[in-house]
């Protein structure tokens, strides 16, 4: 991809327009999956436990390992994708190396958190915490280096 | 890196032309049959077909436009401005469902349209790019 190799992708409007507008849609994209994360698992962690662990109060059966391992399997294909596209934009950003490496690992470190949520018929309710947490914390992270692209951008400096 | 092109977009047509197909078979192709497929749909059956969507296609979306960068024959500004419409289209596309589900029936003619507007225009624009590529050998 072209992005990878350009001198200053600003000066660029093709990739400049092309890029905001990737921007915007993966910002927007990231919202609406936190949106299906936080439907189909609550918005507390006592509800992301009763969700995946099951919960006698609600009548409702644990998640398999199966059915977890579906799910995480599909989430991490496209948020992979996300993660390299973004990733590659950070690192041409205006920071210094150590800043930007800290960006990058502090990203791939919570969406490695995700295949916690593996572990959940062992570890319980922290490993349902820390798989959950990890991947909404992939998603803000992510919305927020999207806007810092974009922001550099808008004001040439990428 | 002609025949890698070339598979991108062979690649490309196919998942579009399997997603018009999909579309038709399950939703189908008067605005009355959108209005009513949609209408019914819960938030949680829209977030599960629009977000991996919207993870996905804005990346095809900018492999493909990116592309339009190395077309000499078009100026600069001429490339920007057609960007624009294929994002507009994707976005109206993406989230007009959830207008429908929340009673907006009208709104199945954007969908309509928007939906076959990216399509048409996805097409026109590989088409474009593959002609230049083997015209010019770029």
Known sequence: ?158 | MRIVALAFVALLLFQSALGATLFVRTVGYLPCDVAAYYADKSLSGLLEVSVPHFLMIPLALMGSLHLLAFLGTLRPEHRSRLIHPFFLLFFADQLSPFAIAQGFHWVAYLKMVSFIGFELGLAALWWVLLTHTFKEGE
Do not use: Q
């Open chain 1, 1 to 158: 991809m072209k992005f990878m190799v350009s001198k200053k992708l600003s000066d660029n409007p093709t990739m400049k327009t092309t890029l905001l507008w990737m921007l915007a849609a993966l910002v927007a994209g990231l919202s609406l999956s936190v949106a299906a994360k936080l439907g189909e698992y609550g918005a507390s962690p006592s509800a992301w436990s009763a969700a995946v662990l099951g919960s006698e109060a609600d009548f409702t059966e644990p998640l398999g390992l199966d059915e977890l391992l579906l799910r995480v399997h599909s989430d991490l294909f496209g948020l992979i994708f996300v993660y390299v596209v973004v990733g590659g934009l950070v690192m041409r950003l205006n920071y210094r190396t150590r800043t930007k490496i800290a960006l990058m690992a502090a990203s791939l470190g919570s969406l490695l958190l995700y295949p916690a949520l593996l572990l959940a018929p062992w570890g319980g309710g922290i490993a349902v915490c820390v798989g959950i947490g990890g991947v909404l914390g992939f998603h803000l992270l992510m919305g927020c280096y999207a806007l810092l692209i974009a922001l550099a951008l808008w004001k040439r400096s990428l």
